[in-house]
């Protein structure tokens, strides 16, 4: 709302909360999600994951429901042996196809629930028998384990860089970035965060084998030193997952080699609770295509400047040459408004029991012209001001009114504004003492200033 205001808008919070509640309602409405029974095909166990080692498989039909949620049928469907992740860990859920007799179906999602891995098809098949293909989608799955894999390394270039207070206290794996929260009390240095990546990239270029222990003793995962995930529940038996140094306790899907994430570029560090930070990253297709792109805004800005020896110290001298532009321009804008203010009530004019001062004043911005109108306003208790100026292709009207006088006036400030924006194609408003509006329709500028005066002070 403040910020509106500055710019000679007002906030209409009633018409908000109205529609923001339908919103609501509608989000409710669309979240509900009605579940038919199981259609049970096969009793026998299902559900056995085999996409550590094969992206393909030849399974079997064991059971399958339909599903209404935001007004579209889904179908859920269980198979004997399946390929697909399911969401777990921060790693999202595969995508893919089953292939039934009747055709081709995407799997748009894969989670797990009650020890089963539950495949969302978008289409609900004809299932003319219980025989299925499943097949991942290897583009999707191979930038997931880039990412995973890298949050890894990342967590152990986190414990070596900050101390070993760091642990992850949560994650995201997608296709196109990874997100990774851990405990720190302070934000991290540019410096720092410089010194991670580099430290994760040098394990990237180092080529280092997955090391991979399935089912094994946690005790003995422990002593291995492997590090727990934060709220992970864990059986007697676990996954361990080895980079090098790096040793974790994960059920999710990795790289066979570091080489293959490619390289990892952070692009943003923040704090998400009280003594918990965020990193977020990309790697793979992703970090190869930041790179490309940020060499071809180089090549542009080299381009700009043909004859720059060193283009940072080039870039550099001119934002240095632009601030002090800046400065003089705004010392000669406060020096020019100094005497635009003295001219201004010089040429004032006693009204009733107010001091009226209105004017065209030429180029200004703005922010400079309620500026203005608001010290003009401040530093008397009679005065009503009512001023406008030109911007480039924009034109503004602002009305201030001293305090103390609001009372005797037929009108406010902020409804002046509202019955004059309109002679400059604009609209606006404020508080009762001061308000403002902008506009593009430069020749009705004058007929503005007087609708606004007639309405303060009545035709």
Same mark, same amino acid.
């Given at each position: 709302?403040?910020?509106?205001?500055?710019?000679?808008?007002?906030?209409?919070?009633?018409?908000?909360?109205?529609?923001?509640? /339908?919103?609501?309602?509608?989000?409710?409405?669309?979240?509900?999600?009605?579940?038919?029974?199981?259609?049970?095909?096969?009793?026998?166990?299902?559900?056995?994951?085999?996409?550590?080692?094969?992206?393909?498989?030849?399974?079997?039909?064991?059971?399958?429901?339909?599903?209404?949620?935001?007004?579209?049928?889904?179908?859920?469907?269980?198979?004997?042996?399946?390929?697909?992740?399911?969401?777990?860990?921060?790693?999202?859920?595969?995508?893919?196809?089953?292939?039934?007799?009747?055709?081709?179906?995407?799997?748009?999602?894969?989670?797990?629930?009650?020890?089963?891995?539950?495949?969302?098809?978008?289409?609900?098949?004809?299932?003319?028998?219980?025989?299925?293909?499943?097949?991942?989608?290897?583009?999707?799955?191979?930038?997931?384990?880039?990412?995973?894999?890298?949050?890894?390394?990342?967590?152990?270039?986190?414990?070596?860089?900050?101390?070993?207070?760091?642990?992850?206290?949560?994650?995201?794996?997608?296709?196109?970035?990874?997100?990774?929260?851990?405990?720190?009390?302070?934000?991290?240095?540019?410096?720092?965060?410089?010194?991670?990546?580099?430290?994760?990239?040098?394990?990237?270029?180092?080529?280092?084998?997955?090391?991979?222990?399935?089912?094994?003793?946690?005790?003995?995962?422990?002593?291995?030193?492997?590090?727990?995930?934060?709220?992970?529940?864990?059986?007697?038996?676990?996954?361990?997952?080895?980079?090098?140094?790096?040793?974790?306790?994960?059920?999710?899907?990795?790289?066979?080699?570091?080489?293959?994430?490619?390289?990892?570029?952070?692009?943003?560090?923040?704090?998400?609770?009280?003594?918990?930070?965020?990193?977020?990253?990309?790697?793979?297709?992703?970090?190869?295509?930041?790179?490309?792109?940020?060499?071809?805004?180089?090549?542009?800005?080299?381009?700009?400047?043909?004859?720059?020896?060193?283009?940072?110290?080039?870039?550099?001298?001119? /934002?240095?040459?632009?601030?002090?532009?800046?400065?003089?321009?705004?010392?000669?804008?406060?020096?020019?408004?100094?005497?635009?203010?003295?001219?201004?009530?010089?040429?004032?004019?006693?009204?009733?029991?107010?001091?009226?001062?209105?004017?065209?004043?030429?180029?200004?911005?703005?922010?400079?012209?309620?500026?203005?109108?608001?010290?003009?306003?401040?530093?008397?208790?009679?005065?009503?001001?009512?001023?406008?100026?030109?911007?480039?292709?924009?034109?503004?009207?602002?009305?201030?009114?001293?305090?103390?006088?609001?009372?005797?006036?037929?009108?406010?400030?902020?409804?002046?504004?509202?019955?004059?924006?309109?002679?400059?194609?604009?609209?606006?408003?404020?508080?009762?003492?001061?308000?403002?509006?902008?506009?593009?329709?430069?020749?009705?500028?004058?007929?503005?200033?007087?609708?606004?005066?007639?309405?303060?002070?009545?035709?």
């Amino acid at each position: 709302m403040l910020i509106a205001e500055e710019h000679g808008f007002s906030v209409d919070i009633e018409s908000f909360e109205a529609n923001l509640k /339908k919103q609501k309602d509608r989000s409710r409405d669309a979240s509900k999600a009605d579940f038919e029974d199981w259609n049970i095909i096969s009793n026998e166990p299902n559900s056995v994951f085999i996409g550590y080692d094969q992206l393909e498989s030849n399974s079997r039909l064991m059971k399958f429901r339909r599903v209404k949620a935001k007004g579209k049928e889904l179908v859920q469907v269980v198979l004997d042996k399946t390929p697909f992740y399911p969401e777990g860990g921060g790693q999202l859920g595969d995508r893919g196809l089953l292939s039934f007799d009747s055709g081709d179906y995407q799997v748009i999602d894969t989670k797990k629930e009650n020890d089963e891995i539950i495949h969302f098809l978008n289409e609900v098949p004809e299932f003319e028998s219980s025989n299925v293909h499943a097949r991942v989608n290897k583009g999707w799955r191979s930038d997931i384990i880039k990412n995973h894999s890298a949050t890894h390394l990342l967590h152990f270039a986190l414990r070596e860089e900050l101390g070993t207070h760091v642990e992850q206290k949560g994650s995201m794996v997608a296709p196109e970035k990874l997100r990774f929260d851990f405990s720190h009390f302070e934000k991290i240095s540019e410096e720092q965060i410089m010194r991670i990546q580099s430290r994760v990239n040098e394990m990237i270029d180092s080529s280092i084998d997955l090391e991979e222990y399935r089912n094994i003793p946690i005790s003995e995962a422990k002593d291995m030193g492997a590090m727990a995930l934060f709220g992970e529940k864990y059986g007697d038996e676990v996954r361990a997952i080895k980079f090098g140094d790096s040793i974790e306790l994960c059920g999710g899907t990795h790289v066979s080699n570091t080489s293959v994430i490619d390289g990892l570029a952070l692009i943003s560090e923040s704090s998400v609770a009280s003594g918990v930070r965020r990193l977020e990253a990309v790697t793979g297709r992703a970090y190869n295509k930041m790179v490309e792109d940020r060499l071809e805004r180089l090549k542009q800005i080299e381009a700009l400047f043909p004859k720059a020896k060193d283009i940072v110290e080039t870039v550099a001298r001119l /934002k240095q040459e632009n601030a002090l532009l800046k400065k003089e321009i705004e010392v000669k804008e406060s020096s020019l408004l100094k005497f635009t203010k003295k001219e201004l009530i010089s040429e004032g004019i006693s009204l009733n029991d107010c001091y009226l001062i209105q004017k065209h004043v030429g180029e200004m911005s703005a922010g400079s012209l309620k500026g203005l109108v608001q010290q003009l306003i401040i530093e008397a208790d009679d005065r009503v001001v009512i001023l406008g100026a030109r911007d480039g292709e924009k034109v503004s009207i602002a009305v201030g009114i001293s305090k103390p006088i609001l009372e005797t006036l037929a009108s406010d400030a902020n409804q002046a504004i509202k019955s004059a924006a309109g002679e400059i194609s604009g609209g606006g408003g404020g508080q009762n003492f001061l308000a403002m509006a902008g506009g593009t329709k430069k020749e009705g500028l004058n007929r503005a200033l007087q609708i606004a005066y007639e309405t303060l002070f009545g035709s």
